[in-house]
């Protein structure tokens, strides 16, 4: 099957490698990307289906979004022209009611017709729904011929105000024959209706209401002071994003977290799903990198006692084992004080990740970073060091980075969001952690001795 339209789009990826061109694709229903056009045979990197998507037609000339149930594409197009044709072309599947993998149906009238009251109900919502669909390709349309005006389109000229005007009437036009079929019922439909059921202006100049693209029924044409309105699955945002880019993403937003790591039953402990667990801690050590060569020791702490466990952990030959299975044989085996044992490798893994939560919680108080590791070192980790390494670890404290360049590395984005992001992270890892403390005392393993 034909696709409904096909092309290259710039497709946000993230901080590192920023925009990237990628292969699109509008079929059957769903929006997929490629890695390029020779790989439209092959499965796609990532797809939305447009029949719960919403599209977003930003301010600037060339972005526009496409938000489904598994997260936003972020889309560029290379010029205004191109992206006119994207818009258009999902907002036609979306207004056909399209749903991935279904048969095409039959497309939206571009032209009204007037409605007949015969039928009941049930052909009073097919009615209305055949309006909703109507409104929708009306005031896509619209929308991006004001994109066109706002961006300074040279080709904008008599004929395109014409087409607006056109474009005025036929959504003025539907509002009307929408308020005609609302009053004939005794409920309001189901699903949610653009404008809102009869909502008109009587004050409007031209005596006939006008709905803007953001479902907003106004007497003037321009919609520019209009708040962002959600209107049959098309967003329009308001504010001017001359060059608008996804919300920044920090460290700690992208970072693999301990969320799903703990299962909770009823009277019982908490279960600890190791290879979630095992993953998560593994996502941690980048961050301690970011805090330079002066906690080395505690990386090279946490990595190799990540490795005892994950050794203990490939002993079940892929079973979906716990820490508690981990724990729990090792102590059949009376092998919990061996050199290799995963047991005493989880307790110091515990020790050095209730650090970072200290050290985080210190540096969200807005302490500099040294004084923040040096607090956060005397509440954990000092208490089972001897004098020795107790000296190794205070000069190793006093070097780690200022606070503003550790900013930086965790960045980019303002400071409150990367500490948001953090109390979010260290709050998922604070549960694990104490569920941890948990199973260790319930085996005895708790112990106190300093190295």
Known sequence: MASDHEGELQKWTNYYTGWQTRYFTVKEGMLSYYACKADVAKAC????????????????????????????????????AQRQKWVLAI??????????????????????????????????????????RELLAAATEFEVTARRVESGDTAVNASTADEARQLAHRIGDGCLRLVDELRGLSVAPDRPLPGGPGATKPDSPSGTPFMSPTGVLEGDASAASVPPTETAGVVESSVAQPSRLPEEKTFFSEVHDFSGVLTVTDGGPCSIDAAKFLAAASALLPFLDRLGSALAIVKSD??????????AFDKGNGASLTLADIVREEVKEKRTSASDSASDALLWLKRALRFICAFMGEFADGKETASAAGVAYSRTLAHYHGWLVRGAFSMAMKSVPYRNDLLKQLGPGPEDKILQDSARYIESLDGVLSAVEELLASFGLNKDEKV
């Open 45 to 80: 990197r990532g797809s939305i289906n447009l029949a719960t998507a919403e599209l977003t037609v930003c301010r600037d000339a060339l972005h526009f979004d496409v938000s489904g149930l598994n997260g936003t594409i972020y889309l560029k197009a290379d010029s205004l």
């Open 91 to 132: 907002a036609n599947v979306k207004s056909r009611g399209e749903s991935g993998n279904t048969s095409r149906r039959p497309s939206v009238p571009t032209t009204p017709t007037t409605p007949t009251h015969a039928g009941g109900s049930s052909g009073a919502a097919d009615r209305i729904e055949s309006i909703r």
């Open 302 to 311: 946490i990595s190799g006692n990540i490795e005892k466990v994950r050794k």
